[in-house]
């Protein structure tokens, strides 16, 4: 029971870490307290949607900067989807937020039916980050969110729900996997390009002499080493080795990549373990010699195992979130929740203070927080109709200090100022262990709004569901 007392407050804290220690810059003025969504009987007010959109958009912004090489200066979100489309990102991430709260409404309704609920410790926790959150954000913060402190707590709330629930719904899910969809087979390759518009008539004909004397030297000697033998012949030659499914039944080019072309995978499903293939393998680009390894090479097969098994699982927790909404009654209020504009001009950025290191932070969860030094965002020219929200003396004394005198850890130095920018503060581990993984990231900027705020925080923080 500790332990899940344990587990429980660490599920809470993350939540508190994903919604960050928020200080803005912005100077609009909204009534969060309208209704922008209703699901069923739950009514979700615009405050809660608000700070929804604006950590989606500081996690997206962070994944970029870190995974896809984004300087300090992006233009992302004002981008058109694809050709064919009006849509920006940011509307996009508007979209996708307000479809994470929806979501996160109806696992909370449907909490029940999966013995899911937040305890009394949980809900006092919540209940000390919302408090806290507002300690540490300005009252221009808090009025360009326009959030109180109850929707604070709602949106942790959901949130903390949100983590629950997934883990509930995936438990319920019946895998089953015939081996012949994730057993894979190892092999030893060296590659060759024979066209292409950065090659040479002689170039062409350098890299097939190359490949052939490659092959005649391995037919030699069978168990030779690919890559030492590659680098003997030329330093220009891809020799090194590769996995792909071992049966057809696998062979799924939507979850396996078209990195070796269906001559390359058919040839080796021919071989047995240890043989050459008996010629070159020759494409239109591309020749190939390969010796296959292993028929089940033990680590590719249970990495691709549990891959297959997270995806079932999350398709069958998908499809029965997708099943709750096509049945909900859900109402959109789209004239207020256009007021939210995630644009270039006005961004979010994770920071990763440095806290005191503390123990017993699982057992008693805080919201430590820092406030950035905020700068004057000049308004986007489209935005006429936003009214501006004077800055007082006590958050102008705060601003220029850059900190709360009850913060328990220094914030690091701050990043120069940027037009329109605010500070999200992450917990102190959150982009640490994000950047220790970054095999996790993948899809571009596109693939995190299309997953959706769940999606994007677990990227972040991990799976931090109760066991």
């Not at 989606?56 to 233009?75: F, I, N, V």
């Not at 396996?256 to 499903?269: F, H, I, K, M, S």
Request: charged share 35%; glycine share 6%; net charge negative.
């Amino acid at each position: 029971m500790r332990n899940s007392v344990k587990k429980a407050a660490v599920t809470a804290l993350v939540c508190v870490t994903a919604a960050g220690m928020m200080a803005g810059c912005g100077n609009k003025k909204l009534d969060g307290t309208k209704i922008a969504v209703t699901v069923n009987k739950q009514e979700i007010p615009f405050g809660v949607v608000s700070l929804a959109a604006r950590m989606q958009q500081a996690q997206a912004e962070a994944m970029y900067k870190m995974y896809l090489g984004g300087g300090s200066d992006m233009s992302i979100w004002s981008t058109k989807m694809d050709d064919d489309s009006d849509e920006t990102y940011g509307e996009n991430a508007v979209t996708t937020s307000v479809e994470t709260v929806e979501k996160m409404c109806l696992e909370k309704e449907h909490a029940s039916e999966y013995d899911v609920e937040i305890t009394d410790d949980e809900q006092k926790a919540l209940e000390e980050a919302a408090k806290n959150f507002m300690a540490a954000n300005s009252d221009e913060t808090i009025a360009e969110l326009a959030v109180d402190e109850d929707m604070v707590k709602t949106f942790l709330e959901l949130e903390t729900y949100d983590v629950k629930m997934k883990d509930a719904i995936e438990a319920k899910a019946d895998v089953k996997l015939d081996e012949k969809e994730y057993q894979q087979m190892s092999f030893s390759y060296a590659s060759a390009k024979v066209s292409g518009d950065d090659l040479s008539d002689d170039d062409i004909k350098k890299n097939k002499e190359n490949l052939q004397k490659f092959y005649d030297k391995v037919k030699e000697d069978p168990a030779a080493d690919f890559n030492t033998l590659g680098d003997e012949i030329s330093e220009d030659m891809t020799a090194t080795t590769g996995t792909c499914p071992t049966y057809e039944e696998g062979d799924d080019s939507a979850a396996n990549g078209t990195t070796y072309p269906d001559e390359v995978r058919t040839a080796l499903r021919k071989l047995d373990e240890g043989a050459l293939n008996e010629e070159i393998i020759k494409t239109d680009s591309v020749w190939y010699v390969v010796r296959l390894d292993s028929k089940n090479d033990k680590t590719a097969t249970e990495s691709k195992k549990e891959s297959l098994t997270n995806t079932k699982k999350d398709d069958f927790y998908n499809d029965t979130t997708d099943g709750w909404k096509k049945k909900a009654d859900i109402k959109e209020e789209k004239k207020l929740i256009k007021k939210i504009k995630i644009t270039d001009n006005h961004s979010f950025t994770i920071q990763t203070p440095t806290p005191t290191p503390d123990p017993d932070v699982t057992e008693t969860p805080t919201a430590d927080s820092a406030e950035a030094e905020a700068t004057e965002t000049p308004a986007a020219e489209e935005q006429t109709d936003v009214t501006e929200t004077p800055e007082t003396e006590g958050d102008s004394a705060k601003a220029e200090s850059g900190r709360r005198d009850d913060v328990p850890f220094p914030v690091p130095g701050k990043p120069e100022p940027q037009r329109g920018c605010g500070y999200l503060f992450g917990g102190a581990g959150a982009m640490q262990k994000a950047c220790s993984a970054p095999g996790r990231w993948a899809g571009g900027l596109h693939g995190v709004l299309r997953e959706g705020q769940r999606g994007v925080r677990e990227r972040l923080y991990g799976n931090t569901g109760n066991e």
